[in-house]
């Protein structure tokens, strides 16, 4: 096949997913493979190679996720039903002061955001943002659309998000560096995205949320753990994982102390740790029993079934378009094209965040077009790649995002309001995001 039939085929994919998804409205696995088996059949592979490279996607990716996801989801999950959450806000609101409760509340958002999936983190913040918009005197805008986009930026950039975790295993990106770079580069994006535009356009819409919502009571204070108990829990893998890389760094990789760091420093293993722990100084310690953790533990992995479904169908669709020399045609397009990679990472996770919506599904979908021409880039940081996907996922979020109407429905926002503050905010990070990825860049010389 030439390359512009490859690119055909390729384009004609993107078509075939978009529609499965949106006008079919198949599940998103249904759709991937599906388009998997297209992509196989249309550029001639073996019938035995699909089927092998179908089978070596899926497990090339879920070999590592698996665990680390459902060590992130009991994390998580002993986060939402310790109070945790609320206990950080409180402590914020309290250090901060009434008239930056917007700012405590992208804290909030962002810490809170780090083990806890973005729609559990609106229904798990909602009760307190209500309380602390009244007592502050603040519109639910000014200060909800913070924590909003606190929680969605993490989401989108920060392992161990399904999608960020993915991403950079796929890249085979250090996941320390992955989650340093993006908070980093995340934080200003939140910030200008959160806060100050939440602030500018406050005062200038009216909510409606539904009236369950606002009657759910806050959580008495003597209820709530400790705050440093609650920080050491949430944060202990990230240390853990970064901890790595500083060491590396510092050390480097062959001082006598480096197998047992890099032993902890593995994302299992420092999960595991984060899942013990948070049994402990989350559950045990405030008088749970074992049989309400091993509970609270199935309530968590259920739900995460359907999403390591969609990263493995996706694994397999990546594998497939290198198998059958759709990569190799990029390459040969894009090494005429010149195109920054980083920008082109963030260019084309924008563009797929866009036409199919899902910010899982669109993030993976990206990684597996931009895999392919990572070779023409021999200098490239994977971890800044994986950032930048991250980064420009978070952008135009609208009616095909199911994250667009679960805020919706949480803010009792009109279509037309919707547009003006949360999609415009997203929009605002993914752009300030991809300034301060490209100012990042440059400071550490990548």
């Known amino acids: 096949m030439t390359t512009e039939l490859y690119l055909l085929v390729l384009a004609s994919s993107i078509v075939l997913l978009l529609v499965l998804t949106i006008a079919v409205k198949l599940h998103p696995f249904v759709a991937l493979v599906t388009t998997t088996a297209f992509v196989g059949f249309a550029t001639g592979m073996?019938?035995?190679?699909?089927?092998?490279?179908?089978?070596?996607g899926i497990g090339g990716f879920l070999g590592m996720l698996a665990p680390i996801?459902?060590?992130?989801?009991?994390?998580?999950?002993?986060?939402?039903?310790?109070?945790?959450?609320?206990?950080?806000?409180?402590?914020?609101?309290?250090?901060?002061?009434?008239?930056?409760t917007h700012w405590a509340m992208m804290v909030v958002g962002y810490i809170c955001g780090i083990p806890v999936f973005f729609q559990v983190g609106i229904v798990l913040l909602m009760p307190l943002l209500f309380s602390v918009a009244r007592a502050a005197g603040m519109s639910l805008v000014m200060v909800g659309?913070?924590?909003?986009?606190?929680?969605?930026?993490?989401?989108?950039?920060?392992?161990?998000?399904?999608?960020?975790?993915?991403?950079?295993?796929?890249?085979?990106?250090?996941?320390?560096?992955?989650?340093?770079?993006?908070?980093?580069?995340?934080?200003?994006?939140?910030?200008?995205?959160?806060?100050?535009?939440?602030?500018?356009?406050g005062d200038r819409f009216t909510l409606q949320p539904p009236e369950r919502l606002q009657q759910i009571a806050a959580l008495p204070d003597e209820a709530l753990p400790r705050l440093d108990v609650t920080?050491?829990?949430?944060?202990?893998?990230?240390?853990?994982?970064?901890?790595?890389?500083?060491?590396?760094?510092a050390l480097g990789p062959k001082h006598p102390i480096m197998p047992a760091v890099n032993f902890v420093g593995q994302p299992i293993t420092a999960l595991f740790i984060?899942?013990?722990?948070?049994?402990?100084?989350?559950?045990?310690?405030?008088?749970?029993?074992?049989?309400s953790l091993r509970e609270f533990s199935e309530q968590a992995i259920g739900p995460m079934a359907a999403i390591l479904v969609i990263i493995g169908a996706s694994g397999a669709f990546n594998k497939v378009l290198m198998d059958s020399g759709i990569g190799a045609a990029l390459k040969v397009v894009l090494t005429a094209w010149q195109v920054d990679p980083y920008l082109l990472a963030w260019g084309t996770a924008l563009i797929m965040h866009i036409a199919i919506g899902g910010a899982t599904i669109a993030m993976l979908t990206t990684v597996g077009l931009i895999l392919p021409i990572l070779p023409l880039y021999p200098g490239v940081d994977?971890?800044?790649?994986?950032?930048?996907?991250?980064?420009?996922?978070?952008?135009?979020?609208?009616?095909n995002d199911p994250g667009f109407w679960f805020v919706k429905e949480y803010f009792g926002l009109s279509m037309p309001d919707m547009f003006k503050t949360y999609t415009a905010s997203t929009v605002i990070a993914a752009f300030v995001g991809l300034a301060a990825l490209?100012?990042?860049?440059?400071?550490?010389?990548?």
């Open 46 to 56: 073996p019938l035995d190679q699909i089927i092998k490279s179908i089978e070596g």
């Open 69 to 100: 996801l459902v060590l992130g989801a009991i994390v998580g999950k002993m986060m939402e039903v310790s109070g945790g959450a609320e206990r950080l806000a409180r402590t914020l609101i309290r250090l901060m002061g009434r008239r930056n």
């Open 145 to 201: 659309l913070p924590m909003i986009i606190g929680l969605f930026t993490v989401h989108c950039v920060v392992p161990p998000h399904p999608a960020a975790t993915a991403v950079a295993v796929a890249l085979h990106a250090d996941l320390g560096k992955v989650i340093l770079y993006g908070l980093i580069v995340g934080l200003p994006a939140a910030a200008v995205a959160g806060p100050i535009f939440g602030k500018m356009i």
């Open 231 to 249: 920080l050491l829990t949430i944060l202990s893998p990230l240390v853990l994982m970064i901890s790595k890389t500083v060491f590396e760094m």
């Open 274 to 291: 984060a899942a013990i722990l948070a049994y402990f100084t989350l559950g045990l310690a405030r008088g749970r029993t074992m049989t």
């Open 382 to 399: 994977p971890a800044l790649v994986a950032v930048a996907i991250g980064i420009g996922t978070i952008g135009f979020s609208h009616v």
């Open 438 to 446: 490209m100012a990042f860049r440059f400071a550490i010389g990548a």
